[in-house]
């Protein structure tokens, strides 16, 4: 996992936003409906697309807001000083709900289900595992090979690059060979969390 150790980064470039939020009165589970909207227009595009299709490019552009407005509503929460245990779950609920969106239009676009279904799996896994931990009475575990932030970049790199080419490697276009990489790699992330947690409680 890359992205999550730039959260500073990102926090600082998104501050004016946050400031502009606030003056408009958005709350933070206000932000978090609008999030999940952008996964499910993002999810229906890739649903409809086809390879080389104007559709992936705006399928990754709303994945880029998705992935913002995720930022935003936990940085609106806490200038506002509105987080809450009740808005923590809000958050990581719609947060699955968006990714179970995003990957099922990308299988429902290539028709690859089953490998949708491997892929969706993983990563709800990924997630399990992660907030798991702290159920058990440890820190809530972020590590692993590929996070969400790692997630959704990756999405919208590939589905963007998917809007100008129709490669293909043996019958899987480059869609279909993402859907195979989070198949693998979500998994192997589940695994090196459930490790972490396991390890951390002996």
Same mark, same amino acid.
């Given at each position: 996992?890359?992205?999550?150790?730039?959260?500073?980064?990102?926090?600082?470039?998104?501050?004016?936003?946050?400031?502009?939020?606030?003056?408009?009165?958005?709350?933070?589970?206000?932000?978090?409906?609008?999030?999940?909207?952008?996964? *499910?227009?993002?999810?229906?595009?890739?649903?409809?697309?086809?390879?080389?299709?104007?559709?992936?490019?705006?399928?990754?552009?709303?994945?880029?807001?998705?992935?913002?407005?995720?930022?935003?509503?936990?940085?609106?929460?806490?200038?506002?000083?509105?987080?809450?245990? *009740?808005?923590?779950?809000?958050?990581?609920?719609?947060?699955?709900?968006?990714?179970?969106?995003?990957?099922?239009?990308?299988?429902?676009?290539?028709?690859?289900?089953?490998?949708?279904?491997?892929?969706?799996?993983?990563?709800?896994?990924?997630?399990?595992?992660?907030?798991?931990?702290?159920?058990?009475?440890?820190?809530?575990?972020?590590?692993?090979?590929?996070?969400?932030?790692?997630?959704?970049?990756?999405?919208?790199?590939?589905?963007?690059?998917?809007?100008?080419?129709?490669?293909?490697?043996? *019958?899987?276009?480059?869609?279909?060979?993402?859907?195979?990489?989070?198949?693998?790699?979500?998994?192997?992330?589940?695994?090196?969390?459930?490790?972490?947690?396991?390890?951390?409680?002996?």
């Amino acid at each position: 996992m890359t992205l999550d150790q730039y959260r500073s980064v990102s926090d600082r470039l998104l501050t004016p936003v946050v400031r502009v939020a606030i003056r408009l009165g958005l709350t933070p589970n206000a932000i978090s409906v609008v999030a999940i909207a952008t996964a *499910g227009a993002a999810g229906a595009a890739y649903w409809l697309a086809d390879p080389g299709s104007m559709l992936y490019l705006l399928g990754a552009f709303l994945v880029l807001a998705n992935g913002l407005l995720d930022v935003l509503d936990g940085m609106v929460a806490r200038q506002t000083e509105t987080d809450s245990p *009740g808005g923590d779950l809000i958050d990581h609920v719609l947060d699955r709900y968006a990714d179970i969106l995003l990957l099922v239009g990308l299988a429902g676009g290539t028709g690859e289900f089953a490998i949708g279904i491997a892929a969706v799996t993983g990563v709800l896994m990924t997630s399990y595992l992660g907030t798991q931990a702290q159920a058990v009475g440890l820190d809530r575990v972020y590590g692993g090979l590929v996070g969400r932030a790692d997630r959704l970049a990756i999405i919208g790199i590939t589905t963007g690059i998917a809007a100008f080419t129709t490669v293909s490697y043996r *019958g899987l276009s480059l869609v279909g060979l993402l859907l195979v990489f989070f198949a693998v790699v979500s998994h192997v992330t589940a695994l090196q969390r459930f490790y972490y947690a396991l390890r951390a409680l002996e």
